[in-house]
């Protein structure tokens, strides 16, 4: 296979890394073969993972080369000081009346003192290394995946050393449109300084890629020649979740199920004040019914729930390998998605609705009005999504539901989610990369 083309990707998450960060290159680097290009992966040897998943290393190309080299982080430094400040690693926050000085303090030192963010001390050392690497190996094309955004400055770095490197910027979510910036309490010449490093990426990528259609329309305005391929499933996965799927289970019970990390952003407060209702109004509900979480649910989110008529229904599993979560999504009758609530982030589409797609089973989701998952549920009759003010519609979707599986109807009825495959949104890359 030496007609092979190389493709170098730059990513701080690799398995044995959890989440959905990894996910995405792991999945195009496990296809990439089959298309011609033959990937390498450049990753930190010593990474703060906020997660892990053992279960992903399977999915690891078994020829593939791996680079690697020290990262400093001062994330272990800052969890010292403050044990909340964990979650800055998967980019949470405690906001409003959670936060505690210690808190602000944290949040004001990670927007003000680490820019883009706090793998920013990896920059240099990668830009020195990679340059002398891709002087003596032929790689065709260089992709670099944030966040964390860092990640892209070692892209623009070689791009500036090595004007005819062909360079992808891979953007899983954006840099100063994400929702949490606006919480980072920037000073004004911080946020000039995140606006004008975010703008010179656009300008100097050849190609920057985006996992949403409004994302992508977002970056063109920006400057950026942007193309959006978004996440997806794979089908070696989602064969698996239709073998293992627990019908007795199903039968039994009505099981509304997060699957993933829930932070205080995203939290649907008026869906747990609707079941709250119907726990409380509806006793063939209340006998029926169980609200799953399998992921890392935040704390207060929690405790929240547990102080209403909601305690005796809950199911925390915890978190769960990727593997055992994908079961879980099967063992459901219902699934819940949620977004941010602000207008800015109706391009962000979470990784997991496409796992959710391709268990067919019916999704509830929670986000700005006119998202782009609202349009991808319509299109694949998938569910149905609401704002963060909406409370009498959900009630009535969630017994429409509730009603069609007391019947025995309540059907697995998808379409159209053969274009979110990882072999064929792999194919949709190798178009661009070749």
Not at 32 to 59: A, C, H, M, Q, R
Not at 171 to 177: L, S
Not at 404 to 422: P, V
Request: a positive charge.
């Amino acid at each position: 296979m030496s007609s092979q083309k190389k493709i170098l990707i730059i990513t701080y998450y690799w398995p044995p890394a959890g989440g959905p960060g990894v996910q995405r290159w792991l999945k195009f680097a496990k296809y990439l073969p089959e298309f011609g290009w033959k990937p390498v992966i450049y990753t930190p040897e010593n990474p703060s993972y906020p997660l892990l998943d053992e279960s992903l290393i399977k999915d690891v190309p078994k020829d593939i080369e791996i680079v690697k080299t020290k990262i400093w982080e001062p994330y272990q430094l800052a969890e010292k000081l403050n044990k909340s400040n964990k979650k800055f690693k998967a980019g949470q926050f405690d906001v409003g009346k959670n936060q505690s000085w210690k808190s602000k303090l944290s949040i004001w030192v990670r927007g003000n003192f680490f820019i883009p963010d706090a793998r920013v001390f990896w920059v240099k050392p990668s830009v020195k290394f990679l340059e002398n690497y891709l002087k003596e190996n032929k790689i065709d094309v260089v992709v670099t995946s944030g966040p964390p955004h860092s990640l892209h400055l070692i892209g623009l770095n070689l791009k500036k050393k090595l004007p005819h490197l062909k360079w992808i910027a891979d953007f899983r979510d954006p840099w100063t449109e994400i929702s949490y910036y606006k919480h980072l309490k920037l000073t004004k010449n911080s946020d000039k300084k995140h606006r004008q490093l975010e703008s010179d990426v656009f300008k100097n990528a050849d190609i920057t890629l985006a996992t949403s259609y409004t994302d992508a329309e977002n970056f063109k305005k920006n400057g950026a020649n942007a193309v959006c391929i978004t996440n997806g499933f794979d089908e070696s996965d989602a064969s698996k979740t239709a073998k293992s799927s627990d019908s007795q289970t199903l039968k039994q019970r009505f099981i509304l199920s997060y699957i993933g990390v829930l932070e205080q952003l995203r939290n649907p407060e008026n869906l747990w004040k609707t079941l709250d209702d119907l726990v409380k109004t509806n006793a063939d509900f209340a006998e029926n019914f169980t609200l799953k979480f399998a992921g890392r649910i935040d704390e207060k989110i929690l405790n929240s729930i547990e102080n209403s008529a909601l305690k005796n229904h809950i199911l925390n599993l915890g978190y769960l390998s990727h593997d055992k979560a994908i079961d879980e999504m099967a063992k459901s009758s219902l699934l819940l998605i949620t977004n941010f609530p602000n207008e800015s982030s109706k391009g962000i589409i979470p990784g997991k609705i496409f796992e959710y797609l391709a268990t067919g089973k019916q999704i509830i989701s929670f986000g700005p009005n006119d998202a782009d998952v609202a349009e991808i549920l319509n299109e694949t009759k998938a569910g149905k999504h609401f704002s963060y003010s909406d409370s009498e519609t959900i009630k009535n979707f969630i017994l429409e539901k509730f009603e069609l599986w007391k019947n025995g109807n309540l059907l697995e009825n998808t379409q159209n989610i053969q274009q979110f495959s990882r072999k064929n949104l792999t194919e949709k890359l190798v178009e661009i990369l070749d």
